[in-house]
């Protein structure tokens, strides 16, 4: 989970996901380490629709939330063309109409991409990750 140690392999491929309410420089320097990894092939950023363990998405809706991972998006690509090469936004997490579970996300993009994946995700998750759905599987992909 730690990206220090982390054991890359060639054409990985990173989910980092989260409210991202807001975006702040803590979201904006992991993805800029994720995207320097030169094993790395894509870093997919899954804004979370519905997040079962947060009861508080600060009254924003789908399509804002959106927009503000869109904005911090753009403003990391001005910053870093080379490295936004690699980001990828999915944004299915954020049409669905229904709690986002980790391990659910992880496995679709799975079947759409066949390479490696690493979870790349904030220190403030770890204190409920036991509580994740399907933790075991999701730590075994």
């Given at each position: 989970m730690?990206?220090?140690?982390?054991?890359y392999k060639p054409d990985?491929r990173v989910?980092?996901?989260?409210?991202?309410?807001?975006p702040?420089?803590?979201?904006?320097?992991?993805?800029q380490r994720?995207?320097s990894?030169h094993?790395?092939?894509h870093?997919?950023v899954?804004?979370t629709?519905?997040?079962?363990?947060?009861k508080?998405d600060?009254?924003f809706?789908?399509?804002?939330?959106?927009?503000?991972v869109?904005?911090w998006?753009?403003d990391f690509?001005l910053?870093?063309r080379?490295?936004?090469?690699k980001?990828?936004?999915?944004t299915?997490e954020l049409?669905?109409?229904?709690?986002s579970y980790?391990?659910?996300?992880?496995?679709r993009?799975?079947?759409?991409?066949?390479?490696?994946?690493v979870?790349?995700?904030?220190?403030d998750?770890?204190e409920d990750?036991t509580?994740?759905?399907?933790?075991?599987?999701l730590?075994?992909?």
């Open positions: 730690s990206l220090t140690g982390t054991d990985t989910f980092f996901g989260g409210s991202f309410l807001p702040h420089i803590g979201h904006d320097s992991v993805l994720l995207c990894e094993e790395v092939s870093v997919h899954v804004p629709g519905t997040n079962p363990l947060k508080n600060h009254g809706s789908s399509k804002e939330k959106e927009i503000l869109d904005s998006l753009a690509r910053r870093h080379v490295l936004a090469q980001i990828v936004l999915e299915f049409e669905a109409d229904k709690p980790t391990v659910n996300s992880i496995e993009l799975s079947k759409a991409h066949s390479q490696r994946w979870l790349a995700m904030g220190a998750l770890l990750l509580k994740w759905k399907s933790i075991h599987e730590l075994s992909l």
